[in-house]
């Protein structure tokens, strides 16, 4: 358990939907030797050549506030609205206070460890963004942004399920084309093909005794062998996967660039992807969960507990960073988003109820980054959506379309988003 799953935060809907007691698929095993005839040993190639980003999707799971998150410092009520929680400005004094990004946001303490990327131009803030939807509940929430559709369709499979399955695989022998880390398959990746839900890459495989692991991956190899497909293949696949990724030294994996990744449970998922990577196995989406950000109660932006939170995520994200980096990998591309905001008052537990707008952050080579790109709706009453939360005035499916269409080969926006109406806008997140 992490330190952030202790934190019993939360409404009672965001605690039931956070529950994935799924069975754990693990153990590791040595089974190389054993593996019979018909199930070929697989080559890693030699770069990842395809012209296209390997896609890292961070959802965090809650609902952000985003006006902790990325304070509009010059927004004056924003401090009469949040007089216990909000996060001084950059000319205060002390340390819990804004670094300034521009002239108008900034982050708070624990989200600096971004500042190089940012400085770098490699990270975007998208800021007053999300989807068109006046839900308030996580579940309808979720569900939504990740199946790609404002209002309830269709839809069952996820975005990046759906552009898995309108584009070629960047190398065709791949048996794994996407990942999602965690204890189920996430929705954003539902009907991708080659995707599979592991918990921890390092230790994925069968349970079991490991003095008779040999002769079992020997027996299922042996008893699915006869089959047609869509069995066989099946069968196939899983096999070659446990033994691809057995192949990969995900404990001893050094990161470059002097990068420390966190030992928190996101901290360890986004190392384990950087050697994933850099395994060039024919990954090209995985999908990663970071769970509790539902701050009903003692919200602690600068010192309590969503600062730790973020000092989670902007660390990690900061060590992938660099480690990508250093590595001469610009081409991966990271997106972190929510289900949406919080609202825009302090609550009487010095915490945020369910909002709207939010933001997400875009993080890779071909990034435009180093700036806040927003078209701000404003914090006065009249500017409010429903009269008491952030606006949205760009919908979070632009900025996936553009990641999408200019950096992973998905030319087919109707493919990726088809909602009846909806036509993607370029906002200049590629650079």
Not at 53 to 64: P, T, Y
Not at 125 to 152: I, W
Request: proline share 5%; aromatic share 8%; with cysteine.
């Amino acid at each position: 358990m992490s330190q952030h799953d202790k934190h019993d935060c939360g409404c009672g809907e965001y605690r039931r939907v956070s529950r994935r007691n799924f069975m754990r698929v693990g153990g590791s095993m040595a089974i190389a030797a054993t593996m019979p005839g018909w199930l070929p040993r697989l080559a890693f190639a030699d770069s990842h050549k395809a012209g296209r980003d390997v896609i890292v999707s961070v959802f965090l799971r809650g609902g952000v506030d985003s006006l902790s998150m990325c304070v509009p410092f010059n927004e004056k009520p924003y401090y009469g609205l949040r007089p216990t929680i909000a996060i001084a400005p950059p000319d205060a004094s002390g340390p819990n206070k804004v670094t300034a990004l521009d002239d108008d946001f900034g982050f708070p303490p624990d989200m600096t460890s971004l500042m190089d990327a940012y400085d770098d131009g490699d990270l975007l803030v998208v800021h007053a963004c999300g989807l068109e939807n006046p839900t308030r509940s996580h579940f309808e929430a979720m569900h939504f942004m990740e199946v790609g559709e404002g209002n309830p369709g269709s839809l069952f499979t996820g975005w990046l399920g759906r552009h898995l399955q309108s584009t070629a695989p960047t190398l065709q022998s791949a048996v794994l084309r996407a990942i999602g880390i965690g204890y189920g398959m996430p929705r954003t990746l539902v009907g991708g093909p080659e995707t599979l839900a592991i918990t921890d890459l390092a230790d994925f495989g069968l349970d079991g005794s490991s003095q008779s692991e040999n002769d079992r991956m020997t027996a299922l190899a042996a008893m699915y062998a006869p089959y047609t497909d869509p069995l066989k293949t099946a069968a196939e696949n899983t096999l070659q996967t446990i033994d691809l990724l057995e192949q990969i030294n995900f404990s001893g994996y050094k990161p470059k660039g002097k990068a420390k990744y966190p030992d928190t449970d996101f901290g360890y998922a986004m190392k384990t992807t950087a050697a994933l990577i850099k395994a060039d196995i024919g990954v090209e989406a995985v999908a990663i969960d970071v769970e509790g950000w539902d701050t009903h109660e003692e919200q602690g932006p600068a010192t309590g507990y969503m600062a730790g939170l973020m000092r989670d995520l902007s660390q990690t994200l900061a060590a992938f960073h660099k480690d990508m980096w250093a590595s001469n990998r610009s081409d991966v591309a990271a997106m972190c988003m929510t289900e949406f905001g919080r609202n825009v008052f302090e609550n009487g537990s010095r915490g945020t109820d369910h909002g709207h707008g939010s933001l997400m952050l875009a993080m890779g080579g071909s990034v435009a980054g180093g700036r806040v790109l927003t078209q701000w709706p404003g914090l006065q009453k009249n500017q409010l959506y429903d009269g008491q939360d952030l606006g949205i005035t760009i919908d979070y499916r632009d900025v996936i379309n553009e990641v999408m269409s200019k950096r992973a080969g998905n030319t087919t926006p109707g493919e990726l988003f088809p909602e009846k109406g909806f036509a993607a806008k370029d906002w200049g997140v590629i650079a």
